[in-house]
């Protein structure tokens, strides 16, 4: 079975870094893409920027250049998701997928909730 | 940036009725190769998205027949030919053509 299993929910203090992950199984992990998704709190879908876990290319949505770092190790088949000073309005769900051009996000994690309050 | 903009934002729809949710985009999603990429994703409540169809007609595996997507260039169209109580929840529409970028959402709930 094909799955992306993300880490649990973290609770951080503005200013703090964090790095969140997404492993992924049941598939060639260099083969595929995986993106990264942003949902605030009732808010709807933003997408964030992908990784190729082959060869580490990255691509970003200018609304979050600079502001994340996507990477990944492809010797443990996982993709990770960081900031270096976390702001309270980084509060969300944050969701991994496996992404190709034709499916777009076919298989997605279960969410990882990202709470940054003082 | 593409911009995709659906309508309408919210519907009240009664079981065994159709449902209708449009999606335009601010540029045409017909790629060079042929295809367009377009694609519309579901969330429960509670649950991660889920794919639903993908290069704007074509059902994801295990998707059930009364939904179907049509559309070219920059304007399409979800339908549900007879709405369930299972259907109920936030339906996106997502473009691929340069980066990726959803639409608004239109939430969905059963009269």
């Known amino acids: 079975e094909v799955q992306l299993v993300q880490s649990g929910a973290e609770v951080k203090k503005p200013g703090e870094s964090l790095k969140i992950s997404c492993k992924g199984s049941g598939y060639s992990f260099t083969s595929y893409w995986i993106g990264w998704v942003r949902q605030m709190p009732g808010k709807g879908l933003e997408w964030m920027g992908i990784?190729?876990?082959?060869?580490?290319?990255?691509r970003y949505s200018p609304s979050f250049q600079g502001q994340v770092t996507i990477s990944a190790d492809k010797s443990i088949s996982t993709a990770y998701l960081q900031w270096s000073s976390l702001k309270a309005s980084d509060t969300a769900m944050y969701y991994c997928?496996?992404?190709?051009?034709?499916?777009?996000?076919?298989?997605w994690g279960q969410g990882t909730t990202v709470t940054v309050s003082s | 940036d593409i911009v995709m903009t659906q309508t309408p934002l919210s519907l009240s729809v009664t079981p065994g009725q159709p449902a209708s949710i449009s999606c335009k985009s601010s540029q045409s999603l017909l790629h060079s190769d042929g295809k367009t990429y377009l694609y519309w994703y579901l969330q429960k409540p509670g649950q991660s998205p889920q794919l639903l169809i993908y290069e704007v007609s074509s059902r994801f595996s295990g998707v059930p027949d009364r939904f179907s997507g049509s559309g070219s260039g920059t304007d399409f169209t979800l339908k549900i030919s007879r709405v369930e109580a299972e259907d109920v929840g936030v339906y996106y529409c997502m473009q691929g053509i340069h980066l990726w970028t959803f639409g608004q959402g239109t939430n969905m709930e059963i009269k």
């Open positions: 990784i190729y876990p082959g060869d580490s290319e990255t």
């Open positions: 997928a496996r992404h190709t051009r034709s499916y777009g996000l076919d298989v």
